[in-house]
């Protein structure tokens, strides 16, 4: 069974960066896409990005131009590069397969964007 932890959130000001890690256990974790999905406070979780096993990339149109998804499959761990970041992008993130499972779901990590 897969299961993943999320680290590198943090609080940080309106148009700063950071990189966000997720490990995945399992050995499969290969052949699968891989998301980058966020929670904000009252709101339903949204898939932001995705990378297939091949290396391509999706990104929702809030994000698009500012975060940048990779894998490393060596390493099992997907990232998410997160740039110039708003207000907006304050949220719990999480990764999950794509589409995700349901009883995969970390912990997730809070990214807080604020003066």
């Known amino acids: 069974q897969v299961q993943f932890v999320e680290s590198g959130g943090g609080l940080v000001q309106p148009g700063g960066s950071l990189r966000l890690s997720c490990a995945a256990s399992g050995s499969i974790f290969s052949i699968y896409a891989m998301g980058w999905y966020r929670q904000a406070p009252g709101k339903q979780r949204e898939l932001v990005a995705v990378?297939?096993?091949?290396?391509?990339?999706t990104y929702s149109n809030s994000v698009k131009g500012r975060f940048t998804i990779s894998r490393d499959n060596a390493k099992n761990t997907v990232y998410l590069q997160m740039n110039s970041l708003n207000p907006e992008d304050t949220a719990l993130y999480y990764c999950?397969?794509?589409?995700?499972?349901?009883?995969?779901w970390g912990q997730g990590t809070q990214v807080t964007v604020s003066s």
């Open positions: 999950n397969l794509v589409p995700h499972r349901p009883n995969a």
């Open positions: 990378i297939t096993s091949g290396g391509s990339t």
